[in-house]
């Protein structure tokens, strides 16, 4: 079975503070992806990565960076964290000669 | 800009009935059209989904329609369970899945028995 984990289910930081929040793959998938789901607004990408060190902006990536320096392994930060970014953060991952993106469970953050 | 609308928001269905979920895309480049499922506490998973050279496709009780001159497809869940009750997204994507998906805002399906 295919396995995405993240490395919180639940996160509570202070406004200002630099978040990082830590996604792993362990089906050698190229492809992985970082979004947002806020009710409403459905699932929101916010950057991508096709392989290692390569990064691409998905539709909102203001207010986040990302790293990849191994293929397993997805860092979503926040440089500085705001109420605004209060949100379920989903990591997901895909093969290039697959469709099917693959999700972790989610992290829940509360920036107050 | 959203580029995959999708309705309801939110969906009761009573137990044995039949559920029908609605999207409507712009990007005619789009050619993949997955619908997932997500219970609480959980990523979604894939349930379906479909390429625009068929009408429609059907997995057990689930099926999707597809309308390419409308640019719509839909869900239908047929002889809805209590364990269908869950949030389901359409997706769209060019390049048959192998980019970045766009969403529709979800549908929160519950079924009362």
């Known amino acids: 079975d295919v396995k995405v984990t993240q490395s919180s289910r639940y996160l509570v930081k202070r406004t200002g503070e630099k978040v990082f929040l830590e996604c792993v793959q362990d089906?050698?998938?190229?492809?992985m992806f970082w979004y947002r789901q806020d009710p409403g607004l459905g699932l929101r990408l916010i950057y991508f990565s096709y392989d290692v060190k390569m990064k691409e902006k998905g539709d909102i990536p203001e207010g986040y960076s990302v790293s990849r320096e191994k293929k397993e392994r997805f860092s979503l930060i926040l440089e500085s964290a705001s109420t605004n970014q209060t949100s379920m953060y989903l990591c997901?991952?895909?093969?290039?000669?697959?469709?099917?993106?693959?999700f972790g469970p989610g992290t829940r953050l509360t920036v107050t | 800009q959203q580029q995959v609308k999708q309705s309801p928001q939110s969906l009761i269905v009573q137990k044995g009935g039949i559920s029908i979920i609605n999207c409507a895309y712009e990007n005619t480049a789009f050619d993949y059209f997955p619908w997932y499922q997500q219970f609480p506490g959980k990523g979604p998973a894939l349930l379906i989904a479909i390429r625009p050279d068929v009408s429609e496709k059907k997995e057990g009780r689930f099926t999707i329609s597809f309308n390419k001159s409308a640019k719509q497809f839909s869900l239908h869940i047929m002889d809805s369970q209590p364990g269908d009750s869950a949030t389901y997204f359409c997706?769209?994507?060019?390049?048959?899945?192998?980019?970045?998906?766009?969403f529709g805002t979800g549908t929160r399906l519950t079924i009362i028995p």
């Open positions: 997901a991952s895909s093969s290039t000669s697959g469709w099917e993106q693959y």
């Open positions: 089906m050698d998938h190229e492809n």
């Open positions: 997706a769209a994507d060019a390049n048959f899945g192998n980019e970045k998906l766009t």
